[in-house]
């Protein structure tokens, strides 16, 4: 996975819901864990994937390892993707909304 | 004969893709297909491209600029799309060193300076452009033989690095001294669904959380009827049976009776056969009147309702009575007039308590009169009166980031209300909102 990618959101409808992220997609919803969830909410369309492992990794780096972050990170951001919940563009892309098609 | 571009930066997010949906209605903006019909009528050649439909890519967009040789490029910025706008400007400059670069609409307009310091942008256009960037092509043409830079009204710029404010130009009183738009400047081949017209600028209103005002000023100008007319018939025999509806976008259609009465008028005499919606505010509708605009075609009315809780609207001096906007919802709805209806969360004065009866204000209209809903969050956009007078609101901003200031993500949050309580109550309503049944089954009718 390319870190200097910018996850972005592509729904609106989520809520948090004693601590679980809860996505209303046109899927159905979807409840995150825990670990998931606090991903799900470091995404601000503005973050890249290198910037959101960065912050994870000061708030928890006493009980975990950069590796193992970058891990999670990777497996949550792809399994995003794959239920179509994100798109992934460059910071310098001006030609994303071709992606809209 | 000299060329401008002017230019529509596609959508910023997923989320608004739908808005810009060729199946339901192509229409490039209004903004600069409005720009580009003026400076063609004074002599200039508009090359008018609105990058939601056209979605080339900017290799492609750079050819192009290439290929016409536009001696301006005019980019119509919105307070989200201001960073991109930028980056755009500085692939351009980059491309073609020599291009002049202007910014005008609603973000150049509220935040002037921050454009102009930009390296990127030679020029900044406040408030209403056609005057303006006429008389900027006239300088740019001329070498500023014939105007200076100094003598235009509305504009900021740069001479020897140091930034020029000009006083602001006098709104266009007389509306119908514009021309009608010219729909061949975008590709005509591509309208049918529906299209928008606009017939006034500004707004009676003076909501505190709307930014009509910072823009338009505090005067409401409008179009007389046979402008108005004109324009709808014009496009009827263009484009004949591919329209389904023409759609009124300003923000209160309705808000002079006498205009309205004579354009209802008009079309009965003429017998118009043709869809429109419009939006328009509860307070300026009655019985007859709906009665009256049902017969004449109008098949959906807009109204903006904003919350729930009548006294989050009284201190919003939004000037509605929730019992009355009951009132009205239930004649349009009779009238088989299908009710779109607005709303907003996280106002300042709004409580986790308010904005639940929102919410079920929001599930009872969509039961009773399947209506459909919209809901977004409220934004303080810098340069309005809310943004000016956030603190004292009691608001804060959780994020500096202008592209997250697209109405679609919650952004505020008070000592009453959280971002997460925002997302609760939207999450709820999700299931009410854009409802598109009602309306395209009235549209065949």
Redesign the interface.
């Not at chain 1, 972005?8 to 819901?17: E, G, H, P, Y």
């Given at each position: 996975m390319d870190m200097s990618k910018i996850p972005?959101?592509?729904?609106?409808?989520?809520?948090?819901?004693d601590g679980y992220v809860?996505i209303?997609s046109y899927k159905g919803q979807l409840m995150l864990n825990e670990t998931s969830s606090l991903i799900w909410k470091e995404i601000?369309?503005?973050k890249t994937i290198a910037k959101i492992i960065e912050e994870l990794y000061e708030k928890y780096k006493d009980n975990n390892n950069k590796d193992y972050i970058e891990e999670i990170v990777y497996d949550a951001i792809n399994e995003f993707e794959g239920y179509d919940l994100v798109?992934l563009n460059l910071e310098?892309d001006?030609?994303?909304?071709?992606?809209?098609? | 004969m000299s060329k401008v571009m002017l230019l529509h930066l596609?959508?910023?997010?997923?989320?608004q893709?739908d808005f810009v949906d060729e199946e339901s209605g192509y229409n490039p903006s209004l903004g600069i297909m409005a720009l580009g019909t003026y400076l063609e009528l004074n002599g200039y050649k508009p090359i008018v491209i609105d990058?939601?439909y056209d979605?080339m890519?900017?290799s492609e967009l750079i050819d192009r600029i290439k290929l016409e040789k536009p001696i301006l490029i005019g980019l119509s910025v919105y307070t989200e799309n201001f960073y991109?706008a930028l980056?755009?400007s500085r692939?351009i400059k980059k491309e073609v060193p020599d291009i002049k670069i202007v910014f005008g609409g609603p973000h150049p307009t509220l935040q002037p300076n921050e454009c102009i310091e930009n390296e990127e942008v030679d020029f900044v256009i406040m408030k209403e452009g056609e005057s303006t960037i006429l008389e900027l092509m006239e300088a740019l043409g001329s070498g500023e033989k014939t105007i200076r830079y100094e003598q235009i009204p509305g504009l900021l710029f740069k001479r020897e690095n140091v930034v020029v404010k000009n006083v602001l130009r006098k709104h266009i009183l007389d509306l119908n001294l514009l021309p009608i738009i010219k729909r061949e400047l975008a590709d005509i081949h591509r309208y049918g669904g529906f299209v928008n017209i606009s017939t006034s600028r500004g707004c009676p209103g003076r909501c505190i959380y709307c930014s009509a005002t910072s823009l338009s000023g505090a005067t409401y100008r409008t179009r007389n009827e046979y402008s108005i007319f004109m324009e709808m018939l014009l496009l009827k025999i263009m484009f004949g049976n591919k329209i389904l509806k023409i759609y009124i976008v300003d923000d209160t259609f309705t808000a002079i009776p006498n205009r309205i009465t004579k354009f209802l008028d008009l079309i009965f005499y003429y017998d118009l056969e043709v869809h429109w919606q419009c939006e328009s505010r509860i307070d300026v509708m009655d019985e007859e009147l709906l009665y009256r605009m049902h017969k004449a075609g109008c098949i959906a009315i807009q109204y903006g309702i904003e919350s729930g809780s009548q006294e989050v609207l009284n201190k919003l001096k939004k000037g509605i009575d929730l019992e009355q906007a009951k009132k009205i919802i239930e004649i349009t709805h009779k009238n088989r007039i299908v009710t779109c209806l607005s709303f907003m969360l996280g106002h300042y004065c709004d409580t986790k308590e308010t904005m639940w009866q929102t919410a079920y204000f929001i599930q009872e209209l969509f039961h009773k009169y399947r209506a459909e809903l919209a809901v977004s969050f409220n934004t303080p956009f810098p340069g309005t009166w809310q943004f000016i007078h956030r603190d004292k609101l009691g608001m804060r901003l959780v994020?500096n980031?202008y592209?997250?200031y697209s109405l679609?993500?919650p952004i505020v949050e008070t000592d009453n209300f959280t971002i997460?309580d925002q997302?609760?109550v939207?999450?709820f309503c999700?299931k009410f909102i854009g409802y598109h049944e009602s309306l395209s089954k009235l549209g065949e009718e």
């Open positions: 972005i959101l592509k729904t609106i409808a989520w809520k948090v819901s809860v209303d601000d369309g503005n798109m310098d001006m030609d994303g909304w071709l992606q809209y098609e | 596609p959508i910023l997010n997923y989320i893709k990058m939601c979605r890519k900017v991109q980056k755009l692939i994020t980031s592209n997250r679609l993500e997460e997302r609760e939207f999450f999700k």
